[in-house]
């Protein structure tokens, strides 16, 4: 047995002054910074600027922003204004779907009650309500997940489980346990041998900066690897299984995640090796069946791309021509027949319509 992983709440109320504060996620790992949301404005730039990111956190920052916004009414309750303020949040970010599903589950909430003293209280007990969800979904996940590295570790006693991740799908993109560090921070407190490959994920580093950070803190084992190194660890048996996490699942299983994902899959079909997609049930999209087709994809700043950032911020380095174009694609698809399974929080399914409908069966 290892000591209990530390676990992270990047969002919460500050209960004296009634306001919302978040980690700012941009100052990792060289400084730990809060910051305060008083508004709708504040809100969508802290979710557009990635000082809050990933996918859970983004749906209940979104949520969050519905009760900013109702503490600002200054139109007597008019439902045009709350609509118009949930539009704006929701065209944030494009790529996960769970802004637009924790911002659309706030409306319905506070749309029931006329008072608009009671649409604040209603805002602040559901917002809350969907992060301890969301806490309590990644838990879940980390149960689920636990058995497949465990069934790993049977069959090497003695050595690491290699798991290789992409991006942050931590505690700071989710609440407390992340969605695919949950399986992996279950096995490090049971006392499993276990080593993760961290990648860097450029542009923005989350690998590297944040997940790395996470991992620390905890003493899990874990190497910060380029994001090109992957292919070559697992033609080389250096990788036993891959979890990611996700932005937008649908549910007949292709996953939207930080871009460089397909890449590591690819690679993982090719050498044998198991892919998992660790979410949340508030991560699928109901909708859409041909995620390469219809998941909107991201589309960032080329300036990310073209100078790496250092700390403190204003030592950004330029890494290419000054006059060479660049472009910044945040996300990709993951088709789902490289996708081996979803652990999800009600439990494990291989990643087609037929079993994600039966692991969720209202939604038929
Ligand atoms: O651009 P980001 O940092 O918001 O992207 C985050 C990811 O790609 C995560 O893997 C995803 O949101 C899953 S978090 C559980």
Redesign the pocket.
Do not use: S, W, Y
């Given at each position: 047995m290892n000591k209990a992983c530390e676990r992270f709440r990047p969002i919460w109320i500050d209960h004296q002054s009634d306001v919302v504060k978040v980690i700012d996620q941009r100052a990792l790992p060289h400084e730990q910074i809060d910051m305060e949301l008083n508004s709708v404005e504040q809100v969508i730039f802290a979710i557009k600027e990635?000082v809050v990111?990933?996918?859970?956190?983004?749906g209940v920052t979104g949520a969050y922003g519905i009760f900013v916004a109702l503490k600002n009414d200054k139109y007597n309750g008019d439902e045009t204004y709350i609509k118009n303020e949930a539009k704006k949040i929701i065209n944030a970010?494009p790529t996960?779907v769970n802004l637009s599903w924790g911002v659309n589950r706030m409306l319905t909430a506070v749309l029931s009650e006329k008072n608009s003293f009671q649409r604040v209280d209603i805002a602040r007990q559901v917002a809350g309500e969907i992060a301890e969800e969301e806490v309590e979904n990644s838990k879940n996940i980390g149960q689920h997940g636990v058995k497949l590295i465990e069934e790993i570790a049977r069959e090497k006693p003695g050595k690491p489980v290699n798991i290789l991740t992409?991006?942050?799908?931590g505690s700071l993109?989710?609440i407390e346990y992340?969605?695919?560090t949950a399986p992996i921070y279950a096995a490090w407190e049971m006392g499993i041998n276990v080593h993760v490959w961290v990648d860097e994920t450029r542009p923005?580093n989350?690998g590297a900066r944040l997940t790395a950070w996470e991992l620390g803190k905890s003493g899990v084992p874990h190497t910060v690897i380029t994001d090109n190194a992957g292919g070559h660890l697992m033609q080389h048996n250096m990788v036993d299984m891959v979890i990611?996490?996700?932005?937008r699942s649908t549910y007949t299983g292709d996953v939207a995640?930080?871009i460089g994902?397909y890449l590591k899959a690819l690679a993982a079909k090719d050498n044998n090796i198991p892919f998992y997609v660790?979410?949340p049930s508030s991560?699928f999209d109901w909708t859409i069946r041909d995620g390469v087709a219809d998941i909107p994809i991201?589309v960032r700043d080329p300036d990310e791309v073209r100078y790496i950032p250092g700390a403190p911020k204003s030592h950004d380095h330029l890494l290419m021509p000054e006059n060479s174009p660049a472009a910044n694609y945040?996300?990709d698809v993951t088709p789902a027949r490289l996708v081996t399974a979803f652990i999800t929080e009600r439990g494990v399914c291989r990643a087609n319509e037929a079993d994600v409908k039966q692991l969720f069966p209202e939604k038929k």
């Open positions: 990635m990111r990933g996918a859970p956190l983004i970010r996960a992409h991006c942050n799908a993109a989710c992340g969605t695919a923005l989350q990611v996490g996700t932005d995640n930080k994902t660790a979410l991560t991201e945040a996300f």
